[in-house]
């Protein structure tokens, strides 16, 4: 797979939220899509929906894995990661991706519930740009 594009090591760092609770930042990865479910399964039908104008069981696999393939440039999403006894957990994810009309992109943002009103939905809106 020659053409992948390298991963983007630059845009991962450490962040501290308003409350003081530290987080990693990163670009998503491929291997990522699991994490995608799983995040999925813990954000409220509320969340859920404002992310994804729909309201589903899970998140399918065939979905996931799109979403965490991107190509770094064109697409790209970050991730932020909280270690929970020493596993990263998925807790937020910033994205843009190109739209049909020239030089427009689609955003969005989704932070799970008990993470949000700490400041993280704007890092991730901060780092996107």
């Known amino acids: 797979m020659g053409d992948d594009p390298p991963y983007p090591r630059e845009l991962e760092r450490d962040l501290t939220l308003r409350d003081g609770t530290r987080l990693r930042l990163r670009p998503i990865r491929p291997d990522d899509a699991p994490r995608l479910q799983e995040l999925y399964g813990r954000l409220s039908r509320h969340t ?33 990661e909280h270690d929970v006894d020493g596993v990263p957990e998925l807790v937020g994810v910033g994205r843009y991706e190109p739209t049909d009309a020239p030089d427009t992109a689609e955003v969005a943002f989704v932070v799970q519930d008990g993470w949000q009103d700490r400041g993280l939905g704007t890092v991730l809106f901060q780092e996107i740009l």
Do not use: E, G, H, N
């Open 48 to 80: 859920a929906y404002q992310r994804f104008f729909s309201i589903m069981k899970r998140l399918p696999p065939d979905w996931a894995r799109m979403l965490a393939d991107v190509d770094f440039q064109r697409r790209l999403a970050l991730v932020a």
